[in-house]
T-cell receptor
Framework: DAKTTQPNSMESNEEEPVHLPCNHS???????IHWYRQLPSQGPEYVIH???SNVNNRMASLAIAEDRKSSTLILHRATLRDAAVYYC???????????FGTGTRLTVIP | DTEVTQTPKHLVMGMTNKKSLKCEQH?????MYWYKQKAKKPPELMFV???????INESVPSRFSPECPNSSLLNLHLHALQPEDSALYLC??????????????FGNGTRLTVT
C-alpha cells in the first residue's frame, strides 16, 4: 500500500485558515493524492484530489510540493462544520482499491 | 444527504441470524466498495466490485458474503456473525475502479450491532 503520514490531531480557531499537512514520500509518478473527510456519524466525504498542480474547488485547496512527496489541504476559513477527521490517501493508478490511513482529527474552536 | 443510499441505517442481529445490508447508487458508477469501520478507527476495505464482478476480497471471513446484482446495487449478506463484527459498514462507489483520478462517493453507513 502507498503510505501517507499525517498528524493525529490539529486545532484551529473559527474563521481562520487551516493547513493540514500530509507526507507521502513513496508516491509514484502516476499516483493521485486524494483527500476525504469524515464528520461525526457520517460516511467519508470526498474533498479534493490532484496529481502535480495545485487544485482549488468550492470546499478547499490542495497544494502539492514540487517533488510530490508532500501535500497540504487548505481550508480557507474554518467553520465549526469543518470539525472532522481528514484523510490523505494515495490512489494508485490501475489498483482497484483505496486504503485509509489514520487521518488528522481537526478541532475548530469557536 | 449522499448519492449513495444504504439501508438499513441501524441493524441489531443475533449470532445465529441471517441479514443483508443494501447499497444503491444511480450515478452510473461501475465500481462499488464495502468498508468496515470500528469506533475511532479508519475505514478498512473489505470488498471491491468492478463492472459487477468481484475484483478484491481483502481476506474477509466467509460469514460476510457480497453480491452485486447489477451495476446500481450492492448487497452484503451476513450470517453467523460474532460480537466483534459490530461496526459501521460503509458502501462507496466510483466511476472507475482503476482510474486513480476517480474519487469515491460514500454512503452514511449501516451501524451493525451483533448480540
Amino acid at each position: 500500500d502507498a503510505k501517507t503520514t499525517q498528524p493525529n490531531s490539529m486545532e484551529s480557531n473559527e474563521e481562520e485558515p487551516v493547513h493540514l499537512p500530509c507526507n507521502h514520500s513513496t508516491i509514484s509518478g502516476t499516483d493521485y493524492i486524494h483527500w476525504y473527510r469524515q464528520l461525526p456519524s457520517q460516511g467519508p466525504e470526498y474533498v479534493i484530489h490532484g496529481l502535480t498542480s495545485n487544485v482549488n474547488n468550492r470546499m478547499a485547496s490542495l497544494a502539492i510540493a514540487e517533488d510530490r512527496k508532500s501535500s497540504t489541504l487548505i481550508l480557507h476559513r474554518a467553520t465549526l462544520r469543518d470539525a472532522a477527521v481528514y484523510y490523505c490517501i494515495l490512489r494508485v493508478a490501475g489498483a482497484n482499491n483505496l486504503f485509509f490511513g489514520t487521518g488528522t482529527r481537526l478541532t475548530v474552536i469557536p | 444527504d449522499t448519492e449513495v443510499t444504504q439501508t438499513p441505517k441501524h441493524l441489531v442481529m443475533g449470532m445465529t441470524n441471517k441479514k443483508s445490508l443494501k447499497c444503491e447508487q444511480h450515478m452510473g458508477h461501475r465500481a462499488m466498495y464495502w468498508y468496515k469501520q470500528k469506533a475511532k478507527k479508519p475505514p478498512e476495505l473489505m470488498f471491491v466490485y468492478s463492472y459487477e464482478k468481484l475484483s478484491i476480497n481483502e481476506s474477509v471471513p466467509s460469514r460476510f458474503s457480497p453480491e452485486c446484482p447489477n451495476s446500481s446495487l450492492l448487497n452484503l449478506h451476513l450470517h453467523a456473525l460474532q460480537p466483534e463484527d459490530s461496526a459501521l459498514y460503509l458502501c462507496a462507489s466510483s466511476q472507475s475502479g482503476t482510474r486513480a483520478n476517480s474519487p469515491l462517493h460514500f454512503g452514511n453507513g449501516t451501524r451493525l450491532t451483533v448480540t
